[in-house]
């Protein structure tokens, strides 16, 4: 079963501290891994999208990584904000499939 | 605004009432999706347009739900007979076919409704 699953499930930061997310997934045939920000009570947007030759791709203090073998991608965030609270949600494209496989998501906090 | 823009971003209905939410995509976006989300969760997938083509319903789209997307642009979607169970987030998203690479998905605010 194509599945997806993040860790932790929650999380709280002091700003200016760096975290980090993990995502594992049991998703075949793989096409690409994406992150995505979801603030309170709006849609998701796009931080990365990775395909299996790409590693690390990094967009402004977010860096994600993937390991396609052990099939497992993480997400740092370095020098946390306030605004960076919100749910980060891993997501994996199957290969072939237009439709996308969604984790729970993280929820952090980054507290003053 | 050229994002995908969602009406009306929140509704509260009676059980047994049908609601439509309208969704339009990124202008030059072939392809549109429906998602629904439930309170601390990601989302889940509901169906998808490839133009004005339905390609793929989800299980979790029951009789009482229909989308369509009659001239390939905007789309409804429609819930008959509101359950109490379908209080959620319903996300549209869009992407385009020329995007073979990575077919990214641009999600739209979401419409939040709330079956009393």
């Known amino acids: 079963k194509n599945q997806v699953e993040q860790s932790p499930q929650s999380l709280i930061i002091l700003e200016g501290k760096n975290c980090t997310l993990q995502?594992?997934?049991?998703?075949?045939?793989?096409?690409?891994l994406r992150w995505y920000k979801q603030d309170t009570g709006r849609g998701p947007v796009s931080l990365t999208i990775m395909t299996f030759s790409e590693n690390t791709k990094s967009n402004g203090r977010y860096t994600a990584t993937l390991d396609a073998d052990t099939k497992q991608s993480s997400l740092h965030i370095t020098a946390s904000q306030l605004s960076d609270s919100a749910s980060y949600i891993c997501?994996?494209?199957?290969?072939?499939?237009?439709?996308?496989?969604f984790g729970a998501g993280t929820r952090l906090a980054v507290h003053p | 605004d050229t994002g995908v823009s969602q009406n009306p971003r929140h509704k509260i209905t009676k059980r047994g009432q049908n609601v439509t939410f309208r969704c339009d995509p990124i202008s030059e976006h072939n392809r549109l999706y429906w998602y629904r989300q439930t309170l601390g969760q990601g989302p889940e997938f509901l169906t998808y347009?490839?133009?004005?083509?339905?390609?793929?319903k989800s299980r979790l789209l029951s009789d009482r739900f229909s989308a369509e997307r009659p001239k390939g642009s905007f789309s409804t979607l429609e819930i008959q007979r509101t359950e109490q169970g379908d209080s959620a987030m319903y996300l549209c998203?869009?992407?385009?076919?020329?995007?073979?690479?990575?077919?990214?998905?641009?999600f739209g605010p979401g419409t939040r409704l709330t079956v009393l």
């Open positions: 998203a869009s992407s385009s076919s020329l995007d073979r690479t990575y077919n990214e998905q641009f």
């Open positions: 997501v994996v494209r199957a290969g072939g499939y237009n439709k996308l496989i």
């Open positions: 995502c594992n997934y049991t998703v075949s045939p793989f096409s690409n």
């Open positions: 347009f490839q133009n004005e083509a339905q390609l793929e």
